[in-house]
């Protein structure tokens, strides 16, 4: 009996993966540029570690996990993972949403368009349930919400590894204490280190074009220019290009806008702009596509200036994420209180943070 439901169970997550695709936005060497690039210019002000060639290395490369989990033959992977990615924005309209009223809330969203397309007048595409394997096209994907879920993971983490860098200050701790303290610090780092990546990841997605649109892969629907259906336009936005024009983190940094500074108060809307800049761009892109303007002088500004905006808004998110995760006192005295307990075997009254 397992044995046979083993089988069942690799067959459909294999189906499952190879029906999702593996479409991406910029592929390694752009997502690893994008996340360079932001940490080399993160303000003088913020943390050495962050800044440093094992932080640099490792959140680079970590920016690539949410494209390697579209590998991983698990249909629930697959199913929460793959419309992380990307945001159709013209797909929110026949849902009786725009941009910028649809909900920020991922379980909010999903109910949203659950009532939408239960509706009998309902004017959207129908959902081929034979093809839908993983059970993810009535959506138009989570993007937005995917940055700033992650983005909290990262406040987080950041809060963690600050409340115990305040801790190790304490004057009277013993070396036993401060050993461990230093075991602790570097955990926590560690852990900001992968959200960090993975938001970068989000972030950079967020700058594709085609990460905006359901004309994802070529254009679809209504074509009156005439621009290309070719699918293979994805992959070759994603790699193809950046090779073509040998783009370089320096091209970056020269025209990303390193004193952006994001309204804490209002990250969603600082995210859904970011979303709208990208989405602005899909049809000039079609269009230098058909001229052959992408493979030029002009080209290469284009995708540059994409690149140098993720990599802007990354820079400000993570100097956003480190303000906002400044320990209080209170914060810190929990903290402390909460290991003290645990040493002597007590029930903490409250959680840790």
């Known amino acids: 009996m397992r044995g046979g439901l083993r089988a069942l169970v690799c067959g459909v997550a294999c189906v499952v993966a190879c029906a999702a695709g593996q479409a991406r936005a910029w592929d390694g060497a752009g ?14 002000e913020m943390p050495a570690w962050l ?3 094992t932080s640099e290395f490792a959140c680079s490369d970590m920016s690539q996990v949410p494209d390697r989990w579209r590998s991983v033959r698990v249909p629930q992977l697959t199913h929460l993972n793959n419309p992380d990615h990307y945001l159709d924005v013209d797909d929110l309209e026949p849902l009786g949403m725009t941009l910028r009223t649809m909900p920020q809330l991922r379980h909010e969203f999903v109910k949203a368009i659950s009532l939408a397309r239960a509706k009998p007048d309902f004017a959207g595409e129908p959902v081929n349930e034979a093809k839908d394997l993983a059970k993810t096209d009535e959506y138009p994907g989570f993007l937005p919400i995917a940055t700033l879920e992650t983005y909290g993971k990262l406040v987080g983490a950041f809060k963690t590894a600050r409340t115990l860098e305040e801790l190790a ?34 972030v950079g997605d967020t700058s594709q074009p085609l990460h905006t649109t359901r004309h994802h892969h070529g254009w679809v629907g209504e074509n009156p220019k005439k ?3 070719d699918r293979g336009i994805h992959s070759y936005i994603d ?11 320096a091209d970056l940094a020269k025209v990303a806008d390193f004193a952006r500074e994001l309204n804490r108060e209002d990250l969603w809307g600082e995210t859904l702009s970011a979303i709208e800049r990208s989405f602005a761009q899909v049809e000039p892109l079609y269009a230098m596509h058909q001229s052959g303007e992408l493979q030029q002088d002009k080209g290469k500004v284009f995708i540059i200036e994409r690149l140098a905006d993720s990599a802007a808004q990354l820079n400000a998110i993570v100097e956003a994420a480190w303000m906002d995760a400044a320990p209080t006192p209170k914060e810190v005295g929990d903290l402390s209180r909460y290991e003290e307990s645990e040493k002597q075997g007590k029930t903490p009254a409250a959680s840790a943070p």
Do not use: C
């Open 169 to 202: 200050k304490q004057p009277g701790t013993s070396a036993e204490l401060k050993a461990k303290r230093e075991k602790q610090i570097e955990a926590a780092r560690w852990n900001a280190r992968v959200h960090l990546g993975q938001l970068s990841h989000f």
């Open 51 to 53: 800044k440093d060639d």
């Open 31 to 44: 997502h690893r540029m994008i996340t360079r690039v932001a940490l080399a210019n993160l303000r003088e």
């Open 227 to 229: 621009y290309t259906t």
């Open 239 to 249: 790699g193809d290009i950046i090779r073509l024009h040998k783009i370089e983190d």
